[in-house]
């Protein structure tokens, strides 16, 4: 009987070889499935920043208008809709009520904060608490390198991501090769904010530096620029009509598997930039049904 098991297994083993190996032949990959990106693996958000003429109410509606549901809110924007203050990280539990009873009402998510850059450990627990309370997936920040173990820390105990912006050079954080040093031995929730327009304002080449920082991309921000450069006349323009290579952006998502939030900021018609941010939302879905079917 032990012989005759012995032979069973045996075979078994050869039939499951054999079935490896042929599939592996012919190319089909039985983890497709699994690794496949699914369209809501992107998901679409405004900074607002970009509507940063009017408070963040009258953001909430514009960015309504935009058919987008998530938004990243920046500390000096004034609250409105009859909320006294801004949107700062020291703001009281009730004003934090209010503040979410309106996103809420508006049926908005914030899932994101920054560019916000506490000066003491303190003040970072403080940020991290504020960030736990309006429940947040990511704070955006420039941190001075001294501070990322702390922030490590705190990115951890608060299962909060931290993603480091670019500015443009010569700013601390304008290029990837800095922040992958900065991060070297910290938190996988430390990652990067990628502003692609920055990079490109830096001399840069955005797909480049996207590929430098592969598995470290924690979000976007995205924007298309109407030339390289800085030079007179340098503006945003709506996505895929200016000199990023966007399509190769979003094609280097996919090759990465980046799953996360994608804010497009768009720093330009600031007194009526409503019909731009649409186009830039259209391109965006637009390609990703493409590459996301």
């Not at 998530?70 to 020291?90: L, N, R, S, W």
């Not at 420039?142 to 501070?147: G, I």
């Not at 031995?185 to 830096?202: F, K, N, T």
């Amino acid at each position: 009987m032990k012989n005759l098991q012995t032979r069973m297994q045996r075979n078994l083993l050869f039939l499951i070889t054999g079935f490896l190996t042929l599939t592996q032949l012919m190319g089909i990959n039985y983890n497709a499935n699994a690794q496949k990106l699914h369209p809501d693996d992107w998901k679409l958000g405004i900074q607002a920043w970009t509507f940063h003429l009017n408070t963040f109410a009258e953001a909430l509606d514009k960015i309504n208008e935009c058919g987008v549901k998530y938004v990243e809110a920046f500390p000096p924007q004034k609250i409105g809709a009859g909320i006294a203050g801004t949107m700062d990280y020291h703001m009281d539990a009730a004003t934090r009520e209010k503040v979410l009873a309106l996103l809420h009402s508006k049926g908005i998510k914030m899932v994101s904060y920054g560019v916000v850059n506490p000066e003491t450990d303190s003040d970072w627990v403080q940020l991290f608490k504020f960030a736990k309370a309006m429940g947040l997936k990511n704070i955006v920040s420039e941190p001075q390198q001294s501070q990322i173990p702390f922030i490590s820390k705190l990115s951890n105990e608060y299962k909060i991501n931290v993603a480091i912006h670019d500015h443009a050079r010569p700013t601390r954080y304008w290029n990837p090769d800095i922040v992958l040093t900065a991060i070297k031995g910290a938190s996988p929730r430390i990652g990067s904010c990628a502003d692609i327009g920055h990079w490109l304002e830096s001399g840069l080449d955005p797909v480049e530096c996207m590929k430098k920082l592969k598995g470290h991309i924690i979000e976007f921000h995205l924007k298309d620029e109407n030339m390289k450069g800085t030079g007179p006349g340098f503006h945003d323009v709506p996505l895929g009509e200016g000199v990023i290579d966007m399509a190769g952006i979003m094609k280097e998502m996919k090759r990465q598997h980046f799953k996360g939030y994608c804010f497009i900021e768009y720093e330009y018609h600031f007194e009526n930039n409503v019909p731009d941010v649409k186009t830039c939302v259209k391109y965006f879905r637009d390609e990703k049904e493409k590459l996301l079917k």
